[in-house]
């Protein structure tokens, strides 16, 4: 699995402490299934249509934490759609994200990845079978090609695939040879633009199913604006779950999940969840009316 962060993917030490400090947290929460081959075959269908997960009574309690951060969460979410998860600060759509790319192991419940057709998937996580953008992601201080290629090493020569998956993020056209990094005489990137290079990195796999967890936090307006025009072009055809607090970009979603102190409150398109009055018409209706 691509997950922007791990730091066996660092290319330089100065990021290096702060990244295996970032490891070591992981590592505490995660539990691999080593015995849990994906079968070429689901792995097929899987990239071809997107995946499904059903996710059951789904629990997660943070080491040292007193109370449990995802409070049994059901939830399925179909093969090719668009999902956006939505929520206050702190309800836990961070780590549900986490808990379903396989980075913490669930403290009760369960996720069962299937292909287009019903299928269970075994080590989808595990076996390189999803894609990532996460908030916390680490800038590597090497070329923007090796970045971009990065859990698709096949595509590390082609130039094409390199420069068309950093198009589709929005990104400025590189020279895919240039050196990431002020610090070692290279090109700095500001926050927007990293976004983008992790963004392209992402792309660049053929995974069937991709998270983006808020990933124009660092955008200016307009970028924001292209970036989910990017997300629905990119994301058809594959199963993508969108974090965000626009609820102008959720509404785009083929459907909106709204995380409440780590349970399922609300889920439906934008115009059901409009007319149920509930708590996403009321965060949708203060947005807008903040924006006018
Ligand atoms: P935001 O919209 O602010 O990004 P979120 O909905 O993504 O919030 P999470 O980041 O999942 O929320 O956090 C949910 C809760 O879990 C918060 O109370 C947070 O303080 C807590 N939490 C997050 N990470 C950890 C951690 N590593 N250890 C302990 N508690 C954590």
């Known amino acids: 699995m691509l997950v922007s962060g791990l ?4 290319g330089s030490g100065v990021t290096l402490r702060r990244q295996q400090m970032r490891w070591d947290d992981y590592n505490a929460y995660m539990s691999l299934e080593d015995d849990a081959p994906i079968t070429d075959e689901g792995q097929t269908a899987a990239s071809s249509g ?4 059903q996710i059951t009574g789904l629990r997660f309690r943070y080491p040292g934490v007193e109370r449990e951060t995802i409070r049994g969460v059901d939830l399925t979410i179909t093969a090719g759609s668009r999902v956006a998860l939505v929520g206050d600060n702190g309800a836990g759509k961070s780590t549900l994200v986490k808990l379903l790319a396989g980075l913490y192991a669930p403290t009760g419940g369960e996720v069962v990845w299937k292909d287009g057709s019903g299928r ?8 390189g079978g999803l894609s990532a953008v996460f908030q916390d992601f680490a800038k590597l201080y090497i ?21 068309e998956a950093l ?7 590189y020279d895919l040879d240039v050196q990431l990094g002020a610090m070692f005489g290279g090109f700095e990137p500001s926050g927007g633009e990293w976004q983008k290079l992790v963004t392209a990195r992402a792309l660049l796999r053929d995974s069937g199913f991709v998270f983006f967890d808020e990933p124009t936090a660092a955008l200016d307006p307009l970028a924001e604006k292209e970036a989910f025009e990017m997300f629905m072009e990119v994301t058809a055809g594959r199963t993508a779950l969108l974090v965000t607090h626009r609820l102008g970009a959720a509404k ?4 909106i999940i ?8 609300e ?21 807008s009316s903040w924006y006018e």
């Open 7 to 10: 730091p066996g993917l660092i």
């Open 50 to 53: 997107g995946m499904a997960v």
């Open 120 to 127: 269970r998937l075994m080590g989808v996580a595990e076996g």
């Open 143 to 163: 070329s923007v090609r090796e970045h971009t290629a990065i859990g698709r090493l096949d595509a590390l020569a082609d130039d094409a695939a390199l420069h």
């Open 167 to 173: 198009r589709l993020a929005g990104s400025k056209p």
């Open 252 to 255: 785009l979603a083929d459907s």
């Open 258 to 265: 709204v995380l409440q102190d780590g349970t399922v409150a």
């Open 267 to 287: 889920q439906g398109t934008h115009e059901q969840l409009m007319a149920l009055g509930g708590v996403y018409s009321r965060m949708f209706r203060l947005q």
